[in-house]
């Protein structure tokens, strides 16, 4: 086994090197333990691909998708025939912390009015559920800053009626925050200080968990994926679900109208994608907004997850022993694994009813405003 030494030489650590012989035994230990903790490929992974962030995106070959399709009239009953046969299950996205809403915890517990943004989804699910007249499973996806909490803010409220057996919590993986130098950001206690690694490591994540095999034994062909700070997406959306099973492509999405600071779907050599908001031409008229509302094929996902996503480093303000600073945040985006999709539909979905994400107090007072609750 390679000492701590060894293990920061190999991964460029040069000022942790600097400051370590100046530790007592017990924070090298520590450290040590942390780093053993975390997935030592992907520190590898993030230390090379740091070093060529700045690589110029290349934007000409992309142009704005204009035309989204309309939904056929029949999608609906498609897609409650596809939940009565329990060929459908979902996904939560909410590994993060809601800290730019003060929040120490999951951001699914985020109160909007009276009601959490998990209980605003879970209410939905037990609706289905009841229509249907039978259990939809779903999952949710927490990192191990929030994990516990999640787990027991669910159990606190008694999982919103539907039954606790049919929600399971997934971990993301983390990995450091870094500096502009690349180099890991250090608390005063001698942590280093670690964030989820985005949305595109859960193809790989439901491999190692066993789903894949779970799924096809049971039947599940289609995941929706949603995320959790979108009060207005539905888990089980049979238009969208029904629409998917119609086209009988790898993935399908709501697409909502684009709007300034956010990413655009466009096309590159005929191929869907998503550009971000940072790498978007300002003399070009972006129309379709990405809406975090996906659904995959599980086949489609089994063949992702023995994809590596590439890592984005994204600017973030961070709490570091009661200050904020400006850091790299390591992260793999779910879109990325399009590329290897045949077919990609969006459905033309209109904004004002499926896209709300609550990011900050701004938002929060809008979302309470739409949904008629008192902020």
């Given at each position: 086994m390679k000492s701590l030494e060894e293990i920061l030489y190999f991964l460029g650590q040069t000022r942790l090197l600097q400051k370590i012989p100046h530790w007592t035994f017990e924070e090298k230990q520590a450290l040590f333990s942390q780093l053993m903790s975390l997935d030592f490929?992907?520190?590898?992974?993030?230390a090379d691909a740091f070093k060529k962030k700045k690589i110029a995106i290349q934007q000409g070959s992309c142009t704005p998708l204009k035309n989204c399709e309309e939904p056929d009239r029949n999608d609906v009953a498609l897609g409650k025939k596809g939940l009565r046969e329990k060929k459908i299950t979902v996904l939560i996205l909410a590994g993060g912390e809601g800290s730019r809403l003060g929040l120490q915890g999951s951001k699914g517990m985020v109160q909007i009015g009276q009601h959490s943004l998990f209980e605003i989804l879970y209410r939905k699910i037990k609706e289905h559920q009841e229509k249907m007249g039978q259990?939809?499973?779903?999952y949710v996806l927490t990192s191990p800053k929030n994990h516990q909490k999640t787990k027991e803010?669910?159990?606190?409220?008694?999982?919103?009626?539907v039954p606790s057996d049919s929600v399971v919590f997934l971990q993301q993986p983390m990995l450091p925050f870094l500096d502009e130098q690349g180099q890991y950001c250090i608390e005063d206690h001698q942590k280093i200080l670690l964030g989820p690694d985005g949305n595109g490591s859960i193809f790989s994540l439901l491999q190692t968990a066993g789903m894949y095999d779970q799924w096809g034994k049971e039947?599940?062909?289609h995941l929706v994926v949603i995320n959790v700070d979108n009060p207005l997406s539905d888990p089980f959306d049979p238009e969208l679900i029904g629409f998917h099973i119609r086209h009988g492509g790898e993935i399908s999405l709501r697409a909502v109208?684009?709007?300034?600071?956010?990413?655009?779907?466009?096309?590159?050599?005929?191929?869907?994608?998503?550009?971000?908001?940072?790498?978007?031409?300002?003399e070009e008229h972006y129309c379709w907004a990405n809406s975090?509302?996906?659904?995959?094929s599980v086949d489609f996902c089994r063949t992702l997850s023995k994809q590596k996503m590439p890592l984005h480093f994204v600017p973030k303000k961070v709490r570091k022993d009661q200050r904020e600073i400006e850091v790299y945040k390591s992260e793999r985006f779910i879109f990325d694994g399009w590329g290897y999709a045949q077919h990609i539909f969006p459905l033309k979905s209109d904004r004002e009813k499926w896209f709300l994400p609550v990011k900050d107090d701004k938002t929060l007072e809008e979302a309470c405003r739409?949904?008629?609750l008192t902020y």
């Open positions: 490929l992907s520190l590898q992974e993030q259990t939809l499973f779903s803010f669910f159990q606190d409220h008694a999982f919103w009626g039947g599940i062909e109208a684009h709007r300034a600071q956010q990413g655009a779907l466009v096309l590159e050599d005929h191929h869907l994608k998503i550009l971000e908001y940072y790498d978007l031409l300002p975090g509302i996906y659904i995959f739409v949904l008629g």
